[in-house]
């Protein structure tokens, strides 16, 4: 029997094994010392694919860790974006907007999070990932006509991830008991599977699959979803643009991740498969492992 | 690769073709680009747009582009505004142009991607003003295939509209080609679109007008739908559609997609977005779409929520009584029939939706009396109680349930052990005060503050003294067992872990405020709220490691749930915070202080407040799953237990409510508000009541 714990191992080289609270006694508390160095292994890759000759992908990855009497739990960045629109929208759609959505999380990061004291007049992750989610559409709107774009967000905070999602480029969780797809693609046929109004295998193949009824730059008012996801002990965060999951099947992706060394190594396979398969479109995908509590 | 991978950005229109070939397009601009799509056109082919968003008659003309799509055109006026460009106007005829020698060009009435609709004077009838509306495609498509098809769709109309004659139908009065532009020439129709009335008329139209013009509609599909051979299909049924001529009759407008429908023939996806039936996009148009997209229509009408910036096929999470509470129940039934995804389920004919709409007694004025009401109890207060127990006094404090036995602490200073099965008295214990703290219980000891001040450690079986520990304060909180420790706030700001062996406090830390909040523990943290609305997580050793201010106190206990804290404040908010960091991860306002606290169950939150609801919220983003009205505060905590959620009311009754839906399975009234937490094990549901009793009821 395969070892999941023991593979996912592999990818946190920093992993610490946290001893168990013990009691508090009055003579002699517990050391407040922690190991420190903790870091987010993250892979990343994109790439322009077989067909096209430019990518509109655009991916950013930024990670902050803090060490010191308050220690923060490190936090991980990561966007994805997967630009549309012709003369260059597409890509300067999609870069302006991951720019937006790092500068505004990264801005209200440094100024209102970064402390150990918090208040009710902070913003919730929640709102500040669709704040900035909002604030890349209206510049996308404003600056980059006829572009749009999708945007996926993840801010990794410890083993929890928050993220929002406007488009049809996906996050998975991989974990060592299962494959989860966390965010739901802003597409007309994925809302037709909901309905049982068309079977996933018909909607594969739809001439209208592409079709986004949500995308940045595009109508208002734009709508952001937003998850909470829980990353277990071993588990692996994956975001990546349909030009990958479109291409490599979601067994065929947990293959790969599982089988590579490292998490870059596994992002760079996956490119190559998409490749293998097509290349139909730009390929880009993130794969993140957080540290753990 | 497939065709549709080519659909160009709305930029494209008047550029090559070939460039910006995007895998994506948004909705309203497949819209467009799918209105001339058929079967068989070539991948390379650039969608063609002429035949979406023009009208043939009557269009105000104040905005060209006057495309379909509402998020296009507010894409357009965007760009126009940063980028503006020269307006597609070098192709047009200018006014005074004289077209085959008979019409002359008056002005321009509405124009979309490739076609123009003119208004126009018929020069053959010289004394009188005969107006004409004339449809213009202008066919500049580079690809001859293209201008091929594109020709053909505009036949297809011309012809399908010579064949109809109906009065709300435009009649068709002529038909010819000059140069690369085709035209049509169709009767004018003065009037106002319901799309444009809708923009101009402040509140809701009246349910007795929307059904007037709904049984119209029907009359004309029911013409259009009977048509022999074959019937013919609108395919593009929506307010801008629909014309209110002079004499406020309903005329059907632009028959660029309808099709004549063949039975088991698919044809192309086409129609508007936001109005379209579900099977269209399985290429499926057939006369019960028509239905889906009228209800589509009055669903707008009546809500003022425009279909095309929602998500489609959301109609039914949009229920129309939430827009507009006016509307009769019978009416928003009937639109719902005709927006069922399943064509089986709609109405059968247009006919048949006619006859629904006729039996409605506001269609003829009449105000109907019924209202969307929330349904009411499966099992009104037929419940058999278990058994029941009298104290002294009030009963605030919430059940423990431990080996077989429930402990509970009354206001008449008694800490109560009784047989969790019969009820049956096995003993108490007195303190010198009321008990407001809910016992624990852990390795044969019971624990609980009282308001005398002290935390009391028992003998869980025989109710035999272990050891006090004395605060300076009053307790409320109850105390929270981990780490071989007992943690427990009190009136005099301090939360205090004492050893639950000896009764020796290992560390105490103050906060700004009374602590009456339970205190919740993590891996490694301990988690507890005070009265000056601040809540702290301190470290195993008592060292604060972050803490967060809400605006109002921290009564609600805390709640660790998959790394998330959450809480209720008497600032009337509902927060989730991240356990390491303390961030806010969302926060649910509800219309009163929160001092229940949450339960967990799958992925739901539940929680109460003082505005009389128990809220049901979606754990991991704080969206609404569904709220329940008492008839009271909700200060009680819910409890959750095999798919049902309970909790007590300051109206007296304790509340059985099904998770997932929120609808009521029982209720249960006692002779107090209910303060006291339900709490559930052996499915049998313990509750007490400011009527003195404690309460055992069935699940």
């Not at chain 1, 277990?232 to 479109?246: Q, R, T």
């Not at chain 1, 067994?251 to 760079?268: F, G, H, N, P, W």
């Not at chain 2, 509609?217 to 307010?239: A, E, G, N, S, W």
Request: with cysteine; aromatic share 8%; charged share 20%.
């Amino acid at each position: 029997m395969f070892n999941w714990k023991s593979w996912f191992r592999r990818f946190r080289p920093d992993a610490r094994r946290e001893e168990r609270p013990s009691a508090p006694t009055v003579t002699a508390p517990p050391p407040a010392h922690r190991p420190s160095r903790q870091r987010i292994p993250v892979g990343w890759a994109t790439d322009t694919g077989r067909q096209r000759n430019h990518n509109e992908d655009s991916v950013l990855v930024a990670e902050i860790w803090q060490e010191g009497y308050h220690r923060m739990p490190p936090l991980g960045l990561l966007i994805l974006a997967d630009g549309m629109g012709g003369h260059l929208a597409g890509e300067f759609a999609s870069a302006l907007a991951v720019r937006m959505v790092a500068g505004h999380i990264l801005r209200t990061y440094w100024t209102t999070f970064s402390g150990w004291e918090h208040s009710a007049d902070e913003p919730s992750v929640q709102e500040l990932l669709t704040e900035a989610i909002q604030r890349a559409h209206q510049a996308v709107s404003e600056r980059v006509p006829g572009g749009g774009t999708t945007l996926l967000c993840a801010l990794l905070l410890g083993n929890q991830a928050y993220i929002a999602n406007v488009g049809d480029s996906r996050a998975y969780l991989i974990a060592p008991d299962g494959w989860q797809q966390i965010t739901r693609d802003h597409s007309v046929v994925d809302i037709l599977v909901e309905l049982g109004q068309m079977t996933p295998d018909e909607a594969t193949h739809h001439p209208q699959r592409n079709v986004l009824y949500r995308a940045v730059g595009q109508k208002d008012p734009l709508e952001v979803d937003t998850f909470t996801c829980h990353i277990p002990e071993g588990g692996i965060l994956l975001l990546c643009s349909d030009g990958l999951w479109e291409m490599v099947s979601e067994q065929e992706m947990r293959e790969v991740i599982t089988a590579a060394d490292s998490l870059q190594a596994a992002c760079d396979i996956l490119v190559e498969r998409a490749n293998q398969a097509g290349g139909k479109d730009n390929i880009s995908v993130i794969l993140a492992a957080p540290p753990g509590p | 690769m497939d065709e549709q991978e080519k659909t160009p950005g709305p930029e494209e229109s008047g550029a090559s073709p070939k460039e910006g070939l995007s895998t994506r397009v948004i909705q309203g601009l497949a819209a467009r680009a799918g209105s001339t799509r058929l079967t068989g056109v070539p991948p390379d082919v650039p969608p063609a747009q002429g035949d979406l968003g023009t009208r043939l008659t009557g269009a105000p003309s104040d905005v060209p582009p006057a495309q379909d799509d509402l998020g296009t055109r507010i894409t357009d006026v965007d760009r126009a505004a940063a980028h503006p460009r020269p307006a597609r106007t070098e192709g047009r005829l200018a006014e005074g142009t004289v077209l085959q020698g008979r019409y002359r060009i008056l002005g321009i009435l509405g124009a979309g991607g490739m076609s123009v609709v003119y208004k126009a004077q018929d020069l053959r009838f010289p004394k009188v003003m005969r107006l004409c509306a004339i449809k213009e495609m202008i066919n500049n498509a580079p690809d001859p295939k293209v201008r091929a098809v594109m020709v053909q769709n505009f036949e297809r109309e011309a012809s399908i509209l010579a064949t109809l004659n109906h009065p709300a139908i435009p009649q068709v009065y002529d038909y010819f080609v000059e140069g690369d532009r085709a035209y049509l020439v169709t009767e004018f129709i003065p009037g106002k679109d319901l799309e444009a009335l809708l923009n101009e008329t402040e509140g809701f139209f009246p349910e007795v007008q929307v059904i007037q013009w709904a049984i119209q509609i029907c009359d004309i599909l029911t013409y259009l739908h009977t048509r022999r051979p074959q019937p013919v299909v609108f395919r593009d049924m929506k307010p801008s559609n629909i014309m209110l001529d002079e004499q406020g009759r309903v005329r059907l407008v632009d028959f660029g997609i309808a099709k004549v429908f063949q039975s088991g023939e698919k044809g192309t996806m086409i129609g508007t977005e936001g109005y379209s039936p579900p099977e269209q996009y399985r290429g499926i148009a057939e006369p019960r779409g028509d239905i889906y997209a009228l209800g589509a229509t009055l669903h707008h009408l009546l809500t003022k929520q425009d279909p095309r910036l929602e998500t489609p096929f959301s109609f039914h999470q949009r229920p129309i009584h939430k827009y507009n509470p006016t509307v009769s129940v019978e009416f928003q039934e009937i639109i719902h029939r005709a927006l069922e995804y399943d064509i089986q389920k709609r109405f059968g004919s247009a006919e048949e939706l006619k006859r629904a709409l006729l039996s409605l007694k506001s269609a003829r004025g009449i105000p109907t009396t019924t209202y969307i009401s929330v349904p009411e109890a499966v099992q009104p207060d037929a419940m058999k109680v278990i058994w029941q127990f009298a104290c002294e006094d009030e009963v605030r404090s919430s059940p423990c349930i431990h080996g077989g036995v429930v402990y509970i602490g009354a206001y008449d200073h008694n800490l109560y052990a009784l047989d969790a099965e019969t009820g049956k008295f096995l003993w108490k214990y007195a303190t010198e005060g009321g008990i407001a703290s809910s016992p624990a219980v852990e390795e044969g000891r019971v624990f609980f503050g009282s308001t005398d001040g002290s935390l009391y450690a028992l003998n869980a079986d025989t109710g035999r003294l272990l050891w006090t520990y004395p605060t300076k304060g009053r307790i409320f909180s109850s105390p929270r067992v981990q780490f071989g420790h007992v943690f427990i706030g009190s009136d005099d700001h301090r939360l205090c872990a004492v050893n639950m062996v000896n009764g020796r406090v290992a560390w105490s830390t103050e906060a700004e405020g009374a602590i009456r909040s339970t205190p919740a523990t993590g891996a490694d943290a301990i988690y507890f709220g005070d009265e000056q609305g601040i809540l702290y997580a301190v470290g195993v050793n008592g060292r604060l490691v972050w803490r967060f201010r809400a605006r109002r106190a921290i009564t609600s206990s805390p709640l660790v749930h998959k790394d998330l804290l959450y809480f209720g404040s008497h600032d009337w908010f509902v927060y989730a915070l991240d356990l390491r960091s303390g961030w806010v991860v969302w926060r649910y306002r509800t219309d009163g202080p929160v001092v229940s606290s949450p339960a967990v169950g799958g992925n739901t939150l539940f929680i109460g407040s003082a505005d009389g609801h128990l809220y049901a919220l979606d754990a991991t983003n704080g969206y609404l799953v569904w709220r329940y009205r008492t008839g009271g505060q909700v200060t009680s905590s819910p409890a959750f237990y095999q798919g049902a959620v309970y909790v007590g009311s300051v109206d007296g009754y304790v509340y059985a409510l099904d998770a997932q839906t929120g609808q009521l399975r029982w209720r249960f009234q006692t002779n107090g508000p209910v303060v006291s937490s339900p709490r559930v094990a052996n499915d049998i549901v313990y509750v007490g009541s400011l009527d003195h009793n404690v309460y055992a009821l069935p699940t």
